[in-house]
């Protein structure tokens, strides 16, 4: 069955890094896109971008370009999600996302990863 | 700055239906595909409704979508405890060039 397993949680430092993993399992990783979409609490889901994850290639929610790279491993089948200059209000549980269908755009997603708990405290 | 309108909270008792709407404007949902999510507390999204319509397999008919304009709604008939959960909905912005979530509504069986 698909599954998408995250990294766990992270406690950063303002100004830091942090990079959250996505292993994927189940389905042909190339064939599919992968999104990241973060939920600060009891706040709306945020979408931050996606990955075709057989060529690379990536989109960002302008609202973090600039900040946030979205890259694979395809020998790994895991896809990553690195956010930067971070501050408190990126404390947010961050999710990976696979399209449903594969081959082309179906941004609309029925295989999620559990979650990756970021927190940002000084 | 784009955004999908919801209503904070729904409610019902076992068996009614439940209506939820979501609106937004000529860039997102008019000329897009609306999208529903259920989720429980402390979990990740369970995609309910996908292209306006459309429900994923496991997924009861008890679920129903719609979209006329630049609103849509999910439907929830015969109400279940279980159905208590936030519902958010989605859609492509094309001036944002990116997925843009609704506000979420929280559906509370009485």
């Known amino acids: 069955q698909v599954q998408l397993v995250q990294s766990g949680a992270e406690v950063k430092k303002p100004g830091a890094s942090v990079k959250v993993s996505c292993k994927a399992s189940g389905y042909t990783f190339s064939t599919y896109n992968i999104h990241w979409v973060r939920q600060a609490p009891g706040q709306r889901l945020e979408w931050m971008g996606w990955?075709?994850?057989?060529?690379?290639?990536?989109k960002y929610s302008q609202k973090f370009q600039g900040r946030v790279t979205i890259s694979r491993d395809t020998s790994a089948t895991t896809v990553y999600m690195e956010l930067s200059s971070l501050t408190s209000e990126d404390t947010a549980a961050y999710y990976c996302a696979r399209d449903l269908y594969s081959g082309g755009w179906y941004p609309y997603f029925q295989n999620w990863g559990q979650g990756t708990l970021v927190t940002v405290s000084s | 700055q784009s955004v999908l309108t919801q209503p904070p909270s729904a409610s019902g008792t076992p068996g009614q239906r439940v209506t939820i709407s979501c609106s937004g404007s000529s860039s997102d949902i008019r000329g897009n595909n609306i999208h529903w999510y259920q989720q429980l507390p402390g979990t990740a999204p369970k995609l309910l409704m996908y292209n306006n319509i459309q429900r994923p397999s496991g997924v009861p008919d008890r679920f129903s979508g719609s979209k006329s304009g630049t609103s849509a709604s999910l439907a929830i008939s015969g109400l279940q405890s279980e159905d208590e959960a936030d519902y958010w909905c989605a859609a492509w912005d094309d001036s944002l060039n990116g997925m843009i979530f609704g506000g979420g509504t929280k559906v509370t069986v009485l």
């Open positions: 990955i075709a994850a057989g060529n690379g290639y990536t």
